[in-house]
């Protein structure tokens, strides 16, 4: 299972992304546990909505970090999660 | 897991037991014995507190639990104030009592999850470990919890009388569109010690579980999650408890009592405090209960001087307590624990090939129904 650019990746309908002020961190919730996200894995799966493609997310998330290409690190974030079942396609 | 203060770890999640009161009488229950002393049980309005200070301290997750939780009629109010605190609901309920008026009520409040006790795949095996006719009720909540969208986990709890039937038991968790199968063997607190003769498996059994348990992974992927806990009366080194006493996780039980490990009310030794007193926070940061096995200087020989202390924290507390009498012993179940020879003892009795099947067990007696609950009906029995 692995992800191109024209893939268009959701969060699972059991989490719950969000931002958490304890720990200054986004965290992503499930129900049998939680990731904390560090870096731009937050700011990824926001953009996640079920309608943009790995494209297009990884263009917006280049916008925030000066124009590099982002579209690798993108990929490997959502087939972790994937194999988590915490995104689908 | 990220700390702030470096003497203070950040909570996760919050077991939010909400009463004892239960229509089963599972002979493993790991509610207290005492469950008379549990009567006075909290307000709404303490809950709603313990909620806002719980999302406050850090916590994102909370499991509504019991005893069964759906006895409180005060739940989707609970639920509600959860979701609004930004946590994470699951409920964890025995769901004989999970019909379409309450199920709607929770998902209108935002419960985000459900999690639902099985205590074998057919009814008869079931409804003789539950005590009662429970089975075909949790097939039709366990239906409703899909048709409203939940993510549902069955949960089992294993022990000699249903651990033959693991195949069976995975078919029926995949069959009823469950997302994962908890399948974790009786830990022996509460009901369950009690009972200990009669549930603890034999190491064959324990060995066939665990290839049925491989089997069904490779064949089903991840269609269904399987957790397998096994018993640690089995292991060589002890669970790493709770993560560390006082580490991640709170239990609040139906009194109000706060306590590091739901199993840590038999500690005798130690006090716990209330949040009927005291902030939660106070509680997590600051109360002797919490603090008693915190860190490391609390631990004896063997556990002090062992590399492996910052993996397992020397084991189950309370496990120590009920099993050798002292609470900072080393985990019995340690081979390395002076008192292991009990373990192997009742690990011998476990698999005596003379022994006759099946040991009588005692029911958990059925809950008192004159009480001075503040909500709630008191079932359907
Ligand atoms: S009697 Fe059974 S269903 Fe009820 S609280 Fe105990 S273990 Fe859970
Ligand atoms: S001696 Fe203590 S720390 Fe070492 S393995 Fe046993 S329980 Fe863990």
Redesign the interface.
Known sequence: MSFGPEDVPSLA??T?L?H????D?D?L??????L?LNGSAGAILAECDGKRNVAEISAILSQHFGGIDVMADVIILLERLE?K?LVVK | MQRKEASHPIPVALLAELTYRCPLQCPYCSNPLELAAYRQELETEHWLRVIDEAAALGILHIHFSGGEPTLRADLPVLVDAARKAGLYSNLITSATLFNRKKALALREAGLDSVQISFQADEPVLANHIAGTQAHAKKLEAAALTKELGWPLTVNVVVHRLNIDRFPEIIEFAHSLGAERLELAHTQYYGWALRNRAALLPSEEQLRRADAAVEDARARLGNTLQILHVIPDYYEKYPKPCMNGWGSTHLTVAPTGVVLPCPAAAAIKTLKFDNVRDHSLGWIWRDSPGFNAYRGESWMQSPCATCPRRTIDFGGCRCQAFLVTGDAAATDPVCHLSPQHNLIETWRGQANAPARVEPDPFEPRVATVRRQPAPVGDSGSR
Do not use: H, M, S
């Not at chain 1, 919730?29 to 939680?34: A, N």
């Open positions: 309908a059991r719950r969000r958490d002020a304890a720990r961190t965290v919730l499930y129900p049998e546990g939680v904390v194999t079942g």
